[in-house]
């Protein structure tokens, strides 16, 4: 059965990612080290984060103060240059001072000049209710909203489809190692860290992607046709995105999704220097949803050759055909296959399995269940590896043993 794009998966960062140095906050006292920040730098990053230049000594120094009443008073000298006697000493101040500061937006700062990084902000405009558990549940919907919206765009960087389903999503989710995504505060707003070394091919293609969406809902919105989805794909929009921005806006009144350049990269070519934000509301949900069930229903099944490990077989009885599922090792980006099998290729494929050989076949990968199931199989035949390799697979072979022991009678998932 396919697997809603919009469906709660786990964490906010694909398992297995590398920690980030702020994943749990900066600690008391842990400022980045001066000298790998440019003042430049930490100054683009206050503006952006509604600090407010108050004078200082002109081509010397800037004194900012961070916006909103509730800040303590606190204030940063941040030296336009560490060329002059006391730069360096007046940076570490600041970032010592920054550290300390109560102003909400001091960590997002700090977490920037760590780790450079391309910043993706959602805001949902949601209905004022009671406290408590529909507080949680609109942080959760964000952050799961926000969560699918980056897959997808990891997705479209792999390769442009109307529909995905089960295909890249291994290197799509490893493209977003190191995200940081911040807190969701009362389900309204949240903040993602795309580290410009490993995830800034993602923040480019969101930004394409979702304008490119934008403008398809509202030719659908004005016209009724929904072609301008298919020139969308060519911008990365698929029906993943689709689905991810419907949850996002579902019990909202509007939602907001802004991109800014992290200032130590720079602006990648072909974007303007500030993106101006998306926004969709309740009224774009039915083009979306049409434009989803669009590109489910068009993507075409892809011709593959697959070899895979058998993990499972299952037939109504000792003879006849039966369903075996593959672990794939080449020639899809598909986690797991299921099959048809007639008799004989059945019988091949049990005799593999037994051995610890892979199996190789060709087929019809559908999108029916999310690119997880090859329809036409033919050419089915155990393949040949080296001694390391097949050690490998009994191992695996015996680890995973109840598999086979439902070959008859077993349920394959």
Request: aromatic share 4%; charged share 25%; with cysteine.
């Amino acid at each position: 059965m396919h697997r809603s794009t919009d469906e709660p998966t786990g964490g906010t960062i694909p398992a297995g990612s590398p920690a980030h140095p702020h994943a749990d906050g900066p600690g008391p006292g842990q400022a980045p080290d001066p000298a790998r920040v440019d003042p430049a730098v930490l100054g683009a990053l206050l503006r952006r984060h509604g600090w407010h230049r108050r004078g200082g000594a002109q081509g010397r120094y800037s004194r900012w103060v961070p916006p909103g009443p509730a800040t303590g008073g606190t204030s940063l000298l941040v030296p336009d240059s560490t060329v002059f006697p006391d730069g360096e000493e007046l940076l570490a101040e600041a970032l010592t001072a920054l550290t300390r500061s109560a102003a909400p937006s001091a960590r997002d700062i700090l977490v920037a000049l760590t780790v450079p990084s391309d910043e993706i902000r959602w805001w949902r405009d949601v209905p004022e209710g009671a406290s408590g558990a529909a507080d949680w549940a609109g942080s959760d919907q964000l952050r799961t909203a926000a969560r699918q919206i980056l897959l997808a765009g990891s997705l479209a960087v792999r390769g442009r489809a109307g529909y995905h389903g089960a295909r890249h999503r291994r290197k799509a989710r490893s493209a977003l190692d190191g995200t940081l995504v911040g807190p969701a505060a009362d389900g309204r707003s949240l903040t993602a860290f795309v580290p410009v070394t490993e995830g800034r091919a993602v923040a480019v293609q969101l930004y394409a992607a979702l304008h490119a969406a934008r403008e398809a809902v509202d030719y659908q919105r004005a016209t009724g046709g929904t072609e301008a989805f298919d020139s969308a794909v060519a911008a990365g929009v698929s029906r993943e995105l689709t689905e991810a921005v419907v949850a996002l806006v579902r019990g909202a009144e509007c939602a907001r999704i802004t991109l800014a350049w992290a200032p130590a990269a720079g602006t990648p070519e072909g974007c303007p220097a500030s993106p101006e934000p998306v926004e969709f509301s309740p009224g774009d949900l039915p083009a979306l949803r049409l434009a989803g069930a669009r590109y489910l229903q068009d993507e075409p099944a892809v011709p593959v050759r697959i070899t895979g490990a058998v993990v499972r077989l299952r037939r109504s009885g000792p003879r006849g055909p039966g369903v075996v599922r593959l672990r794939v090792l080449a020639g899809a980006e598909v986690a797991h296959v299921r099959i048809e099998l007639d008799e004989e290729a059945y019988r091949i494929a049990g005799h593999a399995h037994l051995v610890g050989l892979p199996l190789r076949v060709e087929g019809r990968l559908e999108n029916r269940g999310g690119f997880r199931r090859l329809s036409g199989a033919s050419q089915v035949a155990p393949v040949q590896v080296d001694e390391a390799e097949r050690d490998r697979l009994m191992k695996s072979l015996h680890e995973n043993v109840d598999f086979f022991e439902e070959a008859c009678t077993g349920d394959e998932t």
